[in-house]
Nanobody
């Protein structure tokens, strides 16, 4: 069973940057894509960025041009580079497959954008 562990979150001022990492371990079978999701307080979890096995990336309109998703060559780590952060980016960020796998949800990593 695959285990996904997120890291790299923290407190950053508006306009700052963070790089999130998602380490995958265990048995990873066929999948189409992996993605970064986020859940802000009182809001539903949303997909903000995804990368397919062919390297095609997609972004939510709210992060397009500011966030970049990438992966290593063996799909053991997926990254999310976040630039020009805004207070509305504050959320717990999770990685998972796309569509998401229930066992794939980890604890997430908290990102707080505040001055």
């Amino acid at each position: 069973q695959v285990q996904l562990v997120e890291s790299g979150g923290g407190l950053v001022q508006p306009g700052g940057s963070l790089r999130l990492s998602c380490a995958a371990s265990g048995s990873i079978f066929s999948f189409n894509a992996m993605g970064w999701y986020r859940q802000a307080p009182g809001k539903q979890r949303e997909l903000v960025a995804s990368i397919s096995i062919r390297g095609i990336t997609n972004y939510a309109d709210s992060v397009k041009g500011r966030f970049t998703i990438s992966r290593d060559s063996v799909w053991k780590t997926v990254y999310l580079q976040m630039n020009s952060l805004k207070p509305e980016d504050t959320a717990v960020y999770y990685c998972n497959f796309v569509p998401p796998s229930t066992p794939g949800w980890g604890l997430g990593t908290q990102v707080t954008v505040s001055s």
